[in-house]
């Protein structure tokens, strides 16, 4: 057995049944040797830096460690975007890198790995000979799963084509996973207990934890029990849709009212989220709170902006005992559902004046939420556009949103998607991506073709780079220095082999994705926003404008 074959066995034995990649020297016979068994499938990208995203968006949705293979030196070097985004989600990830041999006389890839992989906040794994081979890709695995970080494999090119004559065993590592800390004693409770007891106006904020625990209807019956406003974080969005007293996203992407509520607040509970930067806006959307947080982790990895109390633990087993705690202290309490309370969320929304040099981009991220199917997968990439999804789009019944913006890099939107949909095979898949963030890596149109993948793809296309364009307006600079005439992005995607339409009129949205749907394939929608139109965060910010973002309600 070679090893390369030894090492394909190992990652089949890891539960490895999709992988992304760019094939080359350092990584084709370990790619060969996979691709021998039917129950692998490769999905090869255009580059590699993609092919990083793409295992960073199928982790994302499936919960398994996500697997990308790339060769030696510039393969490599190209992922550096995409490993530390896959470190700031904290995603479970194996990037598999092949290396020159040390000593080779051909130098031209060679390069310090290690180096280059530690800064790019990604641990550095490497095999260092076939009697250790099998201990250390299953260590490779085993950090990868418990940390939730990214993991550079990496594989010497002579190694991998060394002969084994003995039997290979290999134990995964899933065999080695120690049981999670999943439900706190009382006495780490009872200080959390004690606050929601004292709380006039409290707020219950749950995040992708709370969704991943299934934690839904028992932080319900606690904010019922104890009076509190039900919000999300962004990546929580949607989860309390058509609850009475749902308030929306708490952060940036809050609505007018939203804020107006959250600065009352005078207790906020995080499930499974993480109350970071924009999820409090830097700590003063709830000035006067005090703050506890309800997580799998066994402690923050900063005191943070908002410091507070801390409890690890599963979302949903937590709140279960909570709940037990307050039921038998025969807790229940109006807390900040009031008629007031009430009056804020049932003011009649804002009315924009609708821009005159392009699709109004709130009708249309309305009118999206309107089009999407139950169950759907919503992809969005990340630039000045997708605070419009954030805000303006309901999601209906069932559908599952992931975002590509964890390390504030635009072009990393297609990859994600990509990802997302190898993921959830058969469902109705709509991703929305920029304009300028599609051109980075327009290339993978082709993957989507060549693989046959389902795409729906959005293209919030303003001819340049928004968040930039507003900037540089505010600023009293030329908006023409980060703008362009737009390519005929329906065109691009035709000429991959695909499909789609420009948009005359937001309300033809719906139209265009029921067609995009039922064609299957890639299915490109040119949507031709208005440039001059900034979102409700930046005109607050940049412009100095109140906001009237309205408080999102489901589609009815």
Sequence with gaps: MKAYEAIAQSLMAESVTDFFGLMG???????????????????????????????????????????????????????????????????????IAGEIPQGAKNKTQLMDQRRFTEASYARFHTVT?????????????????????????????????????????YRPSTQFLPPRAESPSPDLLAPVID???????????AGR?????????????????????????????????????DIGIAGAFASA?????????????????????????????????????????????????????????????TVTAINE????????????RTTATRAVLDEPPYSFEPPADGLDPRALARNLGAALPKGVLLTCGAGHFFSWIGMYTPLPESA?????????????????????GAGNPGRQHVAVEGDGSLMFNLQELETIVRHRMQMVLVVWNDAG??????????????????????????????????????????????????????????????ARVSPTTPTDPFAKVHFGRESHAPLLRPVA
């Design 25 to 95: 020297d350092g990584n084709m016979w370990l790619w060969g040797a996979l691709c021998r068994n039917a129950s692998v499938k490769a999905y090869s990208a255009r580059h590699e830096s993609m092919a990083v995203s793409m295992a960073d968006g199928y982790a994302r949705t499936t919960g398994k460690v996500g697997v990308a293979m790339v060769t030696c030196g510039p393969g490599l070097t190209q992922c550096g975007t995409s490993l530390i985004a896959a470190y700031r989600g904290r995603v479970p990830l194996v990037l």
């Design 400 to 420: 599952e949103i992931q975002y590509s913006y964890q390390f504030g890099a635009v072009g990393q939107g297609i990859g994600v998607a990509i990802g997302t």
């Design 129 to 169: 000979s076939l009697d250790n081979m099998a201990e250390e890709i299953a260590e490779a695995f085993y950090a990868a799963r418990v940390h939730r970080i990214p993991i550079v494999l990496n594989l010497p090119m002579d190694l991998q084509e060394a002969s084994l004559d003995w039997d290979y065993e």
């Design 209 to 245: 934890g709370a969704i991943a625990a299934r934690a839904k209807d028992a932080i319900i019956e606690l904010a019922d029990r104890v009076g509190a406003l039900l919000a999300t974080s962004l990546q929580g969005k949607g989860y309390f849709a058509g609850h009475h007293w």
């Design 257 to 317: 009212p939203t804020e107006r509520l959250l600065a009352d607040a005078d207790f906020v509970l995080g499930v499974g989220a993480e109350l970071g930067y924009y999820t409090t806006e830097g700590g003063l959307l709830f000035p006067s709170a005090e703050v506890a947080r309800i997580d799998i982790k066994a402690a923050p990895e900063e005191i943070g902006v908002i410091p507070g109390l801390y409890v690890q633990g599963d979302a949903r087993k």
């Design 465 to 526: 780079y928004g968040a930039e364009v507003h900037k540089l307006v505010a600023k009293g600079f030329d908006e023409k220095l980060a703008q362009w005439e737009s390519p005929d992005f329906v065109a691009l995607a035709k000429a991959f082999g695909g499909d789609g339409v420009k948009l005359s009129s937001a309300s033809d949205i719906g139209g265009a994705i029921a067609e995009g749907l039922r064609k299957g394939g890639l299915y490109l929608i040119d």
């Design 325 to 336: 705690a307050l039921a038998a202290r025969q807790v229940r309490k109006e807390g900040l």
């Design 195 to 205: 606050k929601l007891i004292a709380a006039e106006r409290p707020v219950i904020i």
